[in-house]
């Protein structure tokens, strides 16, 4: 018991600390490495998205195709199926002309976006690894397991009602001149109004 | 003048926000809002949204990976 009652004492000590560099820091002011600038400190808007919008040209001119990402998702998602014994290939989805349906000789696995998907993950882990900020996240909670499931499973089929995600329908579809991109642009916006909503009920307590 | 700490582990955006900003509605001008997260887009949008609200802001990395972002409220 005691013992708790120290480290308690000691860490409103430290708040008081914290509080009072916090203070003398916002008058001082703090010169910032460069180091730490680049891997540390979060790249304004505007850098991000243009470094995004310069790759994607890039790779638009290299590979004659635009980035994508859920569609890698599903076609893992239906190597997996197959690999379980399903035939995801005769599925009305796959067959029918919606550019997600496989040629001759083609497989499920062999498609580039399950590639440019690892080489994400990867991309992300290294920028955590470089800038000291990696840490292993558990769920919170049971309400946010679920409502994370379930806003993970309505993604995803309303990507593939929409050809593409965020990055499919929306970023890489209005630099294409395409109007679907457009489309998805305002219904966005109009999900993520009714999203907020729900999450201020339900989430926010 | 109180000091409030407000749990935002394993959130992620806009939770974060949405919480700060609801509490900051309760908390009265001069207060501290020292709000914890793990969650580096909070550090942006979070810090941001504040500054543009009026209030005084920083934050710290305590471990790696780990915010505490001090919030006073100003007006």
């Known amino acids: 018991m005691s013992g708790k009652f120290i480290l308690k004492k000691q860490n409103k000590s430290i708040y008081l600390f914290r509080y009072k560099r916090f203070v003398t820091q916002r008058k001082g002011g703090e010169v910032l490495k460069n180091h730490d600038r680049i891997l540390k400190k979060p790249w304004p808007y505007m850098v991000g998205g243009s470094i995004l919008a310069i790759l994607n040209i890039i790779l638009f001119i290299l590979t004659d195709k635009v980035w994508r990402v859920t569609s890698g998702v599903v076609h893992l998602g239906a190597y997996v199926l197959e690999k379980i014994g399903l035939r995801p290939s005769e599925w009305y989805y796959f067959s029918q002309n919606t550019g997600e349906g496989l040629g001759t000789g083609e497989m499920f696995i062999y498609n580039p976006y399950i590639i440019m998907n690892a080489a994400i993950i990867v991309g992300a882990l290294l920028s955590t690894l470089w800038a000291s900020e990696f840490k292993w996240k558990r769920i919170k909670s049971g309400k946010q397991f679920v409502f994370a499931l379930l806003g993970g499973f309505l993604m995803g089929y309303a990507t593939r009602l929409s050809f593409g995600c965020n990055i499919g329908g929306y970023f890489s579809a209005i630099p294409s001149f395409s109007l679907h991109g457009w489309v998805f642009a305002l219904f966005m916006f109009v999900g993520a109004w009714v999203g907020s909503k729900i999450l201020i009920k339900y989430l926010l307590t | ?75």
Not at chain 2, 62 to 70: A, D, F, T
Request: hydrophobic share 40%; charged share 30%.
């Open chain 2, 1 to 75: 003048m109180a000091e409030v700490r407000l749990d935002c582990m394993y959130e992620a955006c806009p939770i974060p926000l949405l919480k700060a900003h609801k509490k900051l509605q309760q908390m009265e001008i001069g207060d501290v809002l020292i709000l914890e997260t793990d969650h580096n887009c909070s550090i942006k949008n979070v810090v941001d949204w504040v500054k543009k609200q009026g209030h005084n802001v920083d934050y710290i990395e305590l471990n790696e990976g780990e915010w505490e972002i001090y919030i006073e409220k100003a007006k």
